[in-house]
């Protein structure tokens, strides 16, 4: 039911933005109501939820349009057709989830987090899911989705779902979401929008103990290319409707090939003088459109307009800026309003590179009737989606993943609701919001324990002299005497290995799924060749008996051997039930950096190695402080591997400095992190810009090596949830007659 401000405060809603406002009380009983409604619909069978669903698409049949038109007036256009077909096919995993995902646990309440600019729609494709697979949703519109949200809450508590499954909280601020996360009762968040308000979200959430994925889907930089094999007429019909008529969310750059360049910029004036002024959100917006123009033209830009831009106002004419440069700002840093960048290139290569020169990698489109050509093209950019002679097409059964700066999170597809499982492996912590005057933060490692003399890390395949010539002891469980001195390293040492995984992964990516496999296979068997120096070293490091240790390195080898096979297993996408077909590939992240477990040290470290070496990525490793030296005897077995040089780095040391030494440096992609919950609030905290895929595992102290994650376990479920974190997604859509 709709409910009132319990102080009667609102906000006019001029052009139907605006909103009211939230007080604490009222946030607690929505939340108490999702939980309440989360074990109703949670109770309910597959197929009772599926046809509450389908009634759901029914009710969409006869008032989207309604909605529809509400989301136009709001600034945050959708189609009809493309929500329906959004409900119908979670409707249909709805109804499978059992029979083709066996032992599903839904999360519980999962708050659903948009800015001020997102689009409706892509607050339904992170809401569905949620509901389909059994989970209760709260939703945190932005200014423009506000309306349509409450809207379609009332439509889908009309098809009979128990009350409390679908709650829309609405708020002057994008910290509400953050209010939200911090009860006790929520689960998970998801958030859609623009990357200044997702970092807000991010530092906001950072220590209360619910994992957040972010979709920057507004904003990005995208490339729009065109090849001397293009049909330019096709092209240019195109690259209008995209920059200045359908999706005003992502910001297109032209890039044209020398050979055409005239003719595409001959078509490009014709098209423009039968546009109209196209409207721009506020006097702000305004400004820096004419900022950037006047910075264009006096670089040496020529511009293209349908009309004379007006003296003042929210008018502005469609406008194409070509022979810039790009480094120039508009470029760089567009403005948000109707320009479009226009840039040449000579070669595939070159306009590769222009194309990966934005620090988005969100969607990309091809033009040319060259498919091998458009093929090579798709494989080498980084971005989530490419189209081929199409563009801003999207069906919910192929993954959307945000590469780079957009996003840590796959939308769409079955991958998305793998976002909605239950995390038993996830220790969530203490629910304290991170506090850079907390007394346990990162980094505030000492090197008390420090002796001077140097030893020896590994990264470019060799072993290399920790840049502070220090060492610390490692001693048995017990005290005692000293095993081993264990490199003691810092931010240089991390600073190098990332230069070397950096220089090695590309190689290693393109090499086919049989060649890592035989790879990884060699590298067993060199490991089961020391089984023995590994048994020995695992028993005086951690305790356990020599029994216990070699069946630690037996598990270890047996899970290297399926991380080979499992090289082959490589997952893609099918037929779509529009014209044309499409592809879902997975591609690795790149270098990945990993502060390792204390359990079962040796076993642990090669399950999550396997997992990012076999999806094509070069990691930088950090092994268990307590208990290093397994890892340590292992260097051996790498050093005769057949594995690039500089694919796999060791770096040992005060954990904490190193994991502040691998947040802050840009180049790394992911963090996976075994740790305390003060190093997990740190990460969530600091890994916003660039932002960082994590996997935050919180170790108690308690543990010691025999707690926390069974890593003994090989079901498949489990080896599939690690692959999916050393992936991420790229769809390539080629439409057909």
């Not at 096979?565 to 270098?591: D, I, M």
Request: aromatic fraction near 6%; charged fraction near 15%; include cysteine.
């Amino acid at each position: 039911r709709f409910v009132r401000p319990s102080d009667g405060r609102a906000q006019v809603q001029l052009e139907l933005k605006g909103e009211n406002t939230c007080t604490e009380a009222e946030l607690s009983i929505c939340t108490s109501s999702s939980v309440s409604a989360f074990k109703s619909w949670s109770a309910l069978s597959c197929s009772q939820r599926a046809k509450v669903l389908l009634r759901l698409s029914g009710a969409l049949v006869q008032h989207g349009q309604c909605l529809c038109e509400l989301c136009d007036l709001s600034h945050a256009p959708c189609s009809a057709p493309s929500l329906i077909r959004l409900v119908q096919y979670y409707s249909s995993w709805a109804q499978l989830r059992d029979s083709l995902m066996p032992q599903w646990t839904p999360l519980g309440v999962v708050a659903v987090v948009l800015s001020d600019d997102c689009s409706f729609y892509s607050l339904m494709v992170k809401v569905l899911p949620a509901l389909a697979m059994g989970n209760s949703v709260i939703v945190i519109p932005g200014r423009s989705t506000a309306p349509a949200a409450l809207l379609f809450a009332q439509l889908f508590m009309g098809v009979g779902p128990p009350a409390g499954v679908l709650n829309v909280l609405t708020g002057n601020d994008i910290t509400l979401g953050a209010r939200v996360a911090q009860s006790e009762s929520i689960n998970y968040m998801s958030y859609s929008g623009n990357k200044q308000c997702a970092s807000v979200v991010c530092r906001a959430t950072a220590g209360v103990g619910v994992p957040v994925s972010v979709s920057v889907t507004v904003g990005s930089i995208c490339p729009f290319v065109i090849f001397e094999t293009a049909d330019v007429d096709s092209a240019v019909d195109a690259v209008i409707e995209a920059a200045f008529k359908k999706n005003k969310e992502v910001r297109w750059q032209l890039f044209v090939q020398d050979s055409v360049v005239d003719s595409v910029v001959a078509r490009l004036q014709l098209r423009l003088t039968s546009m109209k002024c196209v409207s721009v959100c506020a006097d702000a917006d305004r400004l820096q459109v004419d900022a950037a123009v006047q910075e264009a033209q006096q670089q040496g830009a020529t511009l293209l307009q349908s009309c004379t831009a007006p003296p003042s106002g929210l008018q502005y004419p469609p406008t194409v800026l070509c022979g810039v440069a790009p480094s120039s700002p508009c470029v760089v840093t567009p403005p948000p309003g109707p320009l479009l960048p226009l840039m040449t290139f000579r070669s595939n290569a070159e306009a590769v590179t222009l194309g990966n020169h934005s620090p988005h990698g969100q969607a990309a489109s091809i033009w040319t009737e060259d498919l091998t050509l458009a093929l090579e093209t798709a494989k080498s950019l980084s971005v989530g989606v490419v189209w081929v002679n199409s563009h801003s097409v999207s069906d919910p059964c192929l993954p959307l993943s945000g590469h780079k700066d957009s996003g840590t999170c796959t939308d769409g597809g079955q991958l998305l609701l793998q976002s909605y499982k239950d995390r038993t492996a996830l220790n969530r912590g203490p629910r304290t919001p991170y506090s850079r005057s907390t007394p346990h933060r990162i980094p505030r490692g000492t090197r008390s324990n420090a002796f001077s003399r140097s030893t020896k890390h590994m990264w470019t395949g060799k072993a290399c002299k920790s840049e502070s010539g220090c060492s610390v002891a490692v001693r048995p469980p017990g005290g005692g005497g000293v095993l081993a001195y264990c490199p003691d390293g810092g931010r240089k040492d991390v600073r190098n290995a990332v230069e070397a995984a950096l220089k090695v992964q590309p190689g290693w990516m393109k090499k086919s799924p049989s060649a890592r496999a035989q790879t990884l296979y060699a590298l067993a068997k060199g490991l089961e060749s020391k089984r023995r120096d590994l048994a020995v070293s695992i028993n005086s490091q951690t305790g356990v008996s020599m029994e216990e240790a070699e069946k630690e390195v037996e598990l270890s080898v047996s899970r290297l051997n399926e991380w080979a096979a499992f090289c082959h297993q490589v997952q893609g996408g099918g037929p779509l039930p529009q014209s044309g077909s499409a592809l879902s590939l997975p591609e690795p992240l790149g270098v990945i950096g990993m502060l390792l477990p204390d359990r079962k040290p040796l076993l642990s470290t090669l399950t999550v190695l396997g997992a990012a070496v076999a999806t094509g990525n070069a990691v930088v490793m950090v092994p268990s402080q307590s208990y290093p030296l397994p890892i340590l005897t292992f260097i051996q077995v790498l050093q005769s591997s057949d594995l690039p040089a500089g694919l796999v780095n060791i770096i040992t040391g005060n954990k904490d400095q190193l994991t502040a030494a691998l947040a802050n440096h840009s180049v790394i992609k992911a963090i996976w992190y075994w740790g305390s919950a003060q190093g997990c609030q740190y990460l969530q905290h600091t890994c916003t810009s660039p932002l960082k895929t994590l996997s935050l595992f919180c170790q108690k102290e308690t543990e010691g090596p025999e707690g926390g994650l069974d890593w003994t376990r090989s079901e498949p479920t489990f080896m599939e949830e690690l692959w999916r974190k050393a992936v991420q997604w790229k769809s390539v859509w080629i439409p057909t007659a």
